[in-house]
């Protein structure tokens, strides 16, 4: 089984920067998609980047483009969301999944399958 664990998050000033990363443990990462999802109080989920393991290929939302960054340390196992230039809408508890058999874009527009690993979460809260 596929043990995600998110970590990184905090509070952070308007304009500031987070890296939240996602250790995986149980199976490597090759051959998955990992997305990085939040959801905020009274929102719905939204997938804000997302990266195919193997091929590097990633998506970006359009509220996380130029903005945040999505990047895999193979040797960890691990992917990480560099956060900068944070904005007070940005508050949100982020989750990351994996899931095989998809795209980056699928697994960030559609969302994972009812097969895919999710780690705990870990909360940013931008805020001055």
């Known amino acids: 089984q596929l043990f995600l664990v998110e970590s990184g998050g905090g509070l952070v000033n308007p304009g500031g920067s987070l890296r939240l990363s996602c250790v995986a443990s149980?199976?490597?990462?090759?051959?998955?998609?990992i997305g990085w999802f939040r959801r905020a109080p009274g929102k719905e989920r939204e997938g804000v980047s997302c990266?195919?393991?193997?091929?590097?290929?990633?998506y970006y939302s359009d509220s996380s483009k130029g903005r945040f960054t999505i990047s895999r340390d193979v040797a960890k196992n691990t992917v990480y969301l560099q956060m900068n230039n944070l904005e007070p809408e940005d508050t949100a508890k982020y989750y990351c999944?994996?899931?095989?058999?998809?795209?980056?874009?699928?697994?960030?527009?559609?969302?994972?399958?009812?097969?895919?690993?999710w780690g705990q979460g870990t909360q940013v809260n931008v805020s001055s």
């Open positions: 990266i195919s393991f193997n091929d590097l290929s990633t």
């Open positions: 149980g199976f490597t990462l090759d051959y998955y998609v």
């Open positions: 999944a994996a899931d095989r058999i998809t795209t980056v874009h699928d697994m960030c527009v559609t969302g994972p399958s009812d097969f895919s690993s």
